[in-house]
């Protein structure tokens, strides 16, 4: 079952690791489109966080080799065949993120270039009216 634009997402830790900055806090958003996956069952949803997250990531030219980045959207997509986002309760999610700036993918062949960043539990806040 696929979200609808405007659906309201929390996406929080799994308890697999999460992005430090946060401290555990959840990360949250809209969805803003649907990505019909031919590759796997399931479709991934695109969401733009209501505050972008902001890691830091090696390959930076400092001192440290560590450079800011930010992220403005994610892609998420559920974990398990047969789990679906909306349901009561959270659902196990892969975690793909955009940096700011980029497109989000639209289709399975840009999705590929995207890796999973995070195992996530994510719940529906809110339906789109």
């Known amino acids: 079952m696929s979200l609808v634009a405007g659906t309201?997402?929390?996406m929080a830790d799994d308890g697999e690791?999460?992005?430090a900055g946060l401290n555990g806090s959840p990360l949250?958003?809209?969805?803003?489109?649907?990505i019909s996956s031919q590759a796997r069952?399931?479709?991934w949803h695109v969401v733009l966080f209501d505050q972008p997250l902001e890691v830091q990531e090696k390959g930076g030219n400092t001192p440290?080799?560590?450079q800011l980045v930010r992220y403005a959207q994610a892609v998420i997509a559920v974990r398990m065949?047969?789990?679906v986002l909306g349901r009561e309760g959270s659902t196990p999610c892969y975690l793909c993120l955009v940096r700011d700036g980029d497109e989000a993918p639209t289709n399975d062949?840009?999705?590929a270039h995207y890796e999973v960043r995070a195992w996530s539990r994510c719940r529906v806040l809110a339906s789109a009216a």
């Open 8 to 10: 309201r997402i929390e």
């Open 17 to 19: 690791g999460w992005f």
């Open 28 to 34: 949250t958003g809209s969805v803003m489109g649907v």
């Open 41 to 43: 069952p399931g479709d």
């Open 64 to 66: 440290s080799g560590l």
């Open 81 to 83: 065949a047969g789990d």
């Open 109 to 111: 062949e840009e999705l």
